[in-house]
Nanobody
Framework: QVQLVESGGGSVQSGGSLRLSCAAS????????MAWFRQAPGKEREGVAA???????WYPASVKGRFTISLDNAKNTVYLQMNNLEPEDTAMYYC?????????????????WGQGTQVTVSS
C-alpha cells in the first residue's frame, strides 16, 4: 500500500518562505511523477508543481519563479520550496503520486494522495 506523508506546513507572513516535504513509502513504481496540489475553501484543487523521476518539472504561471519542486530519488521524497508567499497561497497542500512519466496537473490522474498540510499566509 502506497503511503504519502506530508510535513512542513505552517503560518507565515506575506513575503515569507516555507518548505514542504512528502515522503512516499510502499511504491514499486520505476517511472513516476510526484506533484503538489492545493485547495482553498470553496475552490477546486489545483496543481502547483510536478516532477518526474527524471527531474522534469512543471509549474503554473501563478507560482513560477516563487515555488521550486525537487525530488530525492533515493529517499522517495519530494520537496516544495515556497518563497515570497502571498495571502492567495493560503490553502491545504497535498502531495500525490502517479505511475508513468507524463507531467500533469489533473488531480484524477494521480493514484495516491497524502493527508495534506495547511499553509496560511497573512498580509
Amino acid at each position: 500500500q502506497v503511503q504519502l506523508v506530508e510535513s512542513g506546513g505552517g503560518s507565515v507572513q506575506s513575503g515569507g518562505s516555507l518548505r514542504l516535504s512528502c515522503a512516499a513509502s510502499g511504491t514499486t513504481y520505476s517511472m513516476y511523477v510526484m506533484a503538489w496540489f492545493r485547495q482553498a475553501p470553496g475552490k477546486e484543487r489545483e496543481g502547483v508543481a510536478a516532477i518526474s523521476v527524471g527531474h522534469a518539472t512543471w509549474y503554473p504561471a501563478s507560482v513560477k519563479g516563487r515555488f521550486t519542486i525537487s525530488l530525492d530519488n533515493a529517499k522517495n521524497t519530494v520537496y516544495l520550496q515556497m518563497n515570497n508567499l502571498e495571502p492567495e497561497d493560503t490553502a491545504m497542500y497535498y502531495c500525490a503520486i502517479r505511475e508513468g512519466y507524463g507531467l500533469t496537473s489533473v488531480p484524477r490522474s494521480y493514484n495516491y494522495w497524502g493527508q495534506g498540510t495547511q499553509v496560511t499566509v497573512s498580509s
